[in-house]
């Protein structure tokens, strides 16, 4: 299991490009619809409270799911397997890329990359609406708008949405409900 943990978190961090955000689809399709390591809702759990905690979402996810399958062995695994094919790369481009750089074709490349990398990243935030209330989706748009437009820090929405959630959950409890 520890080796399928590896060769799956490595074959995601060799072949996605454009950051985190652009691993989560690929993450979620291997831990999720191919392997079936992980249910969809608690994939999304997984996904919340990687992109709370500090550090890459991709690396936090990786942790997160290695963890629920494996303990500190998958941790440790996950981790290994999506950070060695970063870390190779980096050192590569850290190495050559001062030569190449000018190079037209090289140019061109990361050029024609970007409308790729905008999709990977607008994916996962379609698959993430799609499992949500179609009353939250203003207040996610409210709450897009705040960060990107007025600046609020998303520290300070990220706190604000889990006390109105927890306060949520109590007024729902006291008035017995389900949540």
Same mark, same amino acid.
């Given at each position: 299991?520890?080796? $399928?943990?590896?060769?799956?978190?490595? +074959?995601?961090?060799?072949? !996605?490009? /454009? /950051?985190?955000?652009? =691993? #989560?689809?690929? %993450?979620?399709?291997? #831990? %999720?619809? +191919?392997? /079936?390591?992980?249910?969809?809702?608690?994939?999304?759990?997984?996904? !919340? %409270?990687? $992109? *709370?905690?500090?550090?890459? %979402?991709a690396l936090n996810t990786a942790v997160f799911v290695g963890y629920r399958i494996k303990g500190l062995k998958g941790a440790f695994a996950s981790v290994a397997g999506i950070v060695l094919p970063s870390f190779v790369i980096i050192l590569l481009v850290a190495i050559f890329f001062a030569d190449i750089r000018q190079n037209s074709y090289v140019d061109a490349a990361f050029r024609a990359m970007r409308p790729a990398v905008v999709a990977l990243i607008v994916a996962p935030i379609v698959g993430?609406? +799609?499992? =949500?209330?179609?009353?939250?989706?203003?207040?996610?748009?409210? !709450?897009a708008v705040a960060v990107w437009w007025w600046g609020i820090s998303p520290i300070y929405?990220?706190? *604000?949405?889990?006390?109105?959630?927890? =306060?949520w959950s109590i007024i729902i409890v006291r008035k017995g409900g389900k949540q």
């Open positions: 299991m520890l080796w $399928q943990l590896f060769i799956s978190f490595l +074959k995601i961090g060799a072949f !996605t490009f /454009g /950051g985190g955000y652009a =691993m #989560v689809p690929l %993450i979620e399709r291997e #831990v %999720i619809d +191919k392997r /079936g390591w992980v249910e969809r809702e608690d994939f999304l759990d997984l996904l !919340t %409270i990687a $992109q *709370s905690a500090p550090g890459p %979402i993430l609406a +799609k499992g =949500m209330n179609l009353w939250l989706l203003p207040i996610a748009a409210l !709450t929405v990220l706190i *604000s949405g889990a006390l109105l959630g927890l =306060m």
